[in-house]
T-cell receptor, first 113, second 117 residues
Framework: AQKITQTQPGMFVQEKEAVTLDCTYD???????LFWYKQPSSGEMIFLIY??????QNATEGRYSLNFQKARKSANLVISASQLGDSAMYFC??????????FGAGTTVTVRA | GAVVSQHPSRVICKSGTSVKIECRSL??????MFWYRQFPKQSLMLMAT?????????EQGVEKDKFLINHASLTLSTLTVTSAHPEDSSFYIC?????????????FGDGTRLSIL
């Protein structure tokens, strides 16, 4: 079974608007970590935000926030005030007890001027 | 911040050549490094976990004799694609996890684009 599911292959967003990228996960580990990475066309993986399974509050990092709904096993990324430089592929990932990262299929975001 | 250097960034070579890719943590030590493979417009697929001082752990379906991994020190892991063929052409990317920082993100290298002619 897929551990990480990202159902949106591609999204368009207008500059300065917010966009939400969906991510659901599946694990039986009580302790796990959820990550979002950005991958521009050049290929490098840029860490955006982290949410631990025991964290009570939703993580925020600048324009990025993570909407963590543990009971629904979802960890959606919200990018506020989109910029042209936000155009990239975005991956949701989960780390379980074995420390391996499982990645979702990714969502391509295109920001329009 | 933590930096992982991956070299080379791009390789083009003939079929049958063996190619070595280095992954180096520049300002931290890592007992564990990971090697991923990514085809165009697809996700990262974990190939193997590189363990300093011991044998690598390969994911199901990854040929250990084809993809040789050596993790000789706490700052360096190498992936050698032996006798590469066109189907091995892909984007290879490594990551490293700092010792004792379980809740921190893995730090990725910039990747290597391998093209086998």
């Amino acid at each position: 079974a897929q551990k990480i599911t990202q159902t949106q292959p591609g999204m368009f967003v207008q500059e300065k608007e917010a966009v939400t990228l969906d991510c659901t996960y599946d694990t039986s580990d009580p302790s796990y970590g959820l990550f979002w990475y950005k991958q521009p066309s050049s290929g490098e993986m840029i860490f955006l935000i982290y949410q631990g399974s025991y964290d009570q509050q939703n993580a925020t990092e600048g324009r990025y926030s993570l909407n963590f709904q543990k009971a629904r096993k979802s960890a959606n990324l919200v990018i506020s005030a989109s910029q042209l430089g936000d155009s990239a592929m975005y991956f949701c990932a989960m780390r379980e007890a074995d420390y391996k990262l499982s990645f979702g299929a990714g969502t391509t975001v295109t920001v329009r001027a | 911040g933590a930096v992982v250097s991956q070299h080379p960034s791009r390789v083009i070579c003939k079929s049958g050549t063996s190619v070595k890719i280095e992954c180096r943590s520049l300002d931290f030590q890592a007992t564990t490094m990971f090697w991923y493979r990514q085809f165009p417009k697809q996700s990262l697929m974990l190939m193997a976990t590189s363990n300093e001082g011991s044998k690598a752990t390969y994911e199901q379906g990854v040929e250990k004799d084809k993809f040789l991994i050596n993790h000789a020190s706490l700052t360096l892991s190498t992936l050698t694609v032996t006798s590469a063929h066109p189907e091995d052409s892909s984007f290879y990317i490594c990551s490293a996890e700092p010792i004792g920082q379980a809740n921190q993100p893995q730090h990725f290298g910039d990747g290597t684009r391998l093209s086998i002619l």
